[in-house]
């Protein structure tokens, strides 16, 4: 059954996948139905072989303006409870393949907290971000309060937290919360461009690398860089290491197959 607030397209581009939320009328906040498209979408491409990275947008107007209030204000603590809604976001944490989302207009809540479970960032000009829980007697639970203090520090995570404020593209890119900034008309085509660097690269060593850095949140430092030359040292198992190397000492360009 096909997905009905998502659309996927498994090769947008050579080896990218693009996966698109599709509720325009309400700013693509992320219900329930949502948020469980999405991840067995991302988990299926996951699975793909030919999928090396993904690009997760919304529309020119907004990447997902936050949760679908909506659905969630006649709930209990018991109902919030028993529906646990989070397993969903921790299904969408495990998937290996990278992520990059595609931001413009609203990254707001639930929003900015998907567009940080994503590994990296590409941002229009228009986009705003910002975790504004605390307007509605509540807060962050979907990550907020810790991918973005990780992400921008205490000070500001603080401030946007406690406040509501929105950043800018500009502020956002300058606290550290993106990666780069493109016009509206060109930036998706900016995130496409960025997952084509990561695709040409060996999907083993992209996954393995990806884990390694995210170990660096959960972990200690020693903890970290034991997990790191254990990935290094695996990828001396692989072809791609072999035609890495190899292309590297005929000065060509290697073709990585992902064995």
């Known amino acids: 059954m ?10 947008e581009r050579p080896h990218i996948a693009y996966v698109q939320l599709n509720r325009p009328k309400e700013l693509n906040a992320l219900n329930l139905q949502l948020m469980q498209e999405l991840r067995d979408a991302l988990q299926q491409l996951d699975a793909d072989e030919t999928v090396r990275c993904i690009v997760l947008g919304g529309n020119e107007k907004a990447f997902a303006a936050g949760a679908d209030i ?63 829980e605390i307007k509605i007697g509540v807060m962050p ?8 203090t990780r992400a921008v520090g205490k000070a500001l995570a ?5 406040t509501g404020k929105f950043i800018s593209a500009t502020e956002a890119l300058q606290a550290g919360l993106i990666n780069r900034i493109a016009p509206v008309e060109l930036y998706l085509e900016e995130a496409f461009r960025l997952a084509a660097e990561v695709a040409k690269q060996s999907p083993l060593a992209v996954k393995m690398a990806k884990e390694s850095v995210l170990r660096a949140f959960d972990s200690t430092l020693e903890e970290g860089l034991h997990f790191e030359r254990k990935n290094f040292y695996l990828l001396f198992a692989s072809d791609d290491q072999k035609e890495g190397m190899k292309a590297f000492m005929e000065k060509r360009e290697p073709v990585f197959t992902g064995k």
């Open 2 to 11: 096909s997905p009905e607030f998502i659309i996927v397209s498994p090769q």
């Open 70 to 132: 909506k659905q969630m204000a006649g709930r209990t603590a018991i109902d919030m409870y028993n529906v646990d809604q989070f397993t969903i976001w921790d299904g969408i944490k495990k998937v290996r393949t990278p992520i990059i989302a595609a931001v413009s207009g609203f990254a707001l809540g639930g929003g900015c907290e998907l567009a940080m479970l994503c590994d990296m960032i590409v941002a229009s000009e228009s986009a705003k971000f910002g975790q504004p």
């Open 141 to 148: 639970g979907a990550g907020g309060t810790q991918r973005l």
């Open 158 to 162: 603080m401030e946007m937290v406690l």
